[in-house]
């Protein structure tokens, strides 16, 4: 059965660093997402993407945080200079019309 | 004010029982999300909805768009079925929501 892949499952990185999170999502998908879920916290919305554009970013998803589809099976989502905050673990999901989301299993950022 | 209320935050239960959990909010949605997070973090979404019942298996999901409330329910409840259950709202477009989950454990 297709499923959503993220790489790499933990990602440690010092406080100012760049991070790239990778997802591949399953491949007759249109609608991308990422989300982040801070240790003991909710899950938090942080962007869409259709069309090889934003559809719809939080109040989380600042100039910090950009995504991009390189080609025609990779989304990711770019830390610039991560902070200490930025530790969670961040999911990519994608969806075939916009309605039912497919997680991927996510990737656990630590920023020390 | 949370967005999206669920209750209980968390329940124990013996195997066999039946098993609801609620969900509230208070922002008109296009759609009702439920999720499943297993202990090792990853998320499967179980439903999506935006009027009346699905089932699939042991889960049916119902909504009432009037009260803005959906329930979750599980019949036959199993050890497996220990996990967070997490109701997501979709307001329009494409932000979701998300509740704060129910832990839910079932005793053999």
């Known amino acids: 059965e297709p499923e959503v892949t993220q790489t790499p499952s933990h990602q440690v990185t010092q406080m100012g660093q760049e991070v790239i999170l990778r997802c591949v999502p399953i491949s007759n998908h249109l609608y991308f997402y990422w989300y982040r879920q801070i240790l003991g916290q909710k899950v938090e919305f942080l962007v869409s993407f259709y069309n090889n554009e934003i559809s719809e970013k939080s109040e989380i998803f600042d100039d910090q945080f950009s995504v991009e589809r390189p080609d025609g099976s990779n989304f990711t989502l770019k830390i610039r200079s991560t902070k200490l905050e930025d530790s969670a673990m961040y999911f990519c999901a994608s969806s075939v019309t916009g309605d039912t989301q497919y997680f991927g299993p996510g990737t656990r950022l630590t920023v020390l | 004010k949370n967005e999206v209320e669920q209750s209980p935050q968390n329940l124990t239960a013996q195997e066999g029982e039946f098993i609801t959990i609620n969900c509230s909010y208070s922002?008109?949605?296009?759609?009702l999300h439920w999720l499943q997070q297993h202990p090792g973090g990853g998320i499967v979404s179980l439903f999506m909805?935006?009027?009346g019942k699905k089932k699939h298996g042991r889960l049916i999901a119902t909504i009432n768009i009037q009260e803005k409330h959906s329930s979750l329910h599980i019949t036959a409840s199993h050890p497996r079925d220990s996990a967070v259950y997490i109701c997501?709202?979709?307001?329009?477009?494409?932000?979701?929501?998300f509740g704060k989950g129910t832990r839910l454990h079932i005793l053999p």
């Open positions: 922002v008109g949605i296009s759609a």
């Open positions: 997501a709202v979709q307001p329009g477009d494409d932000k979701i929501i």
């Open positions: 909805l935006s009027s």
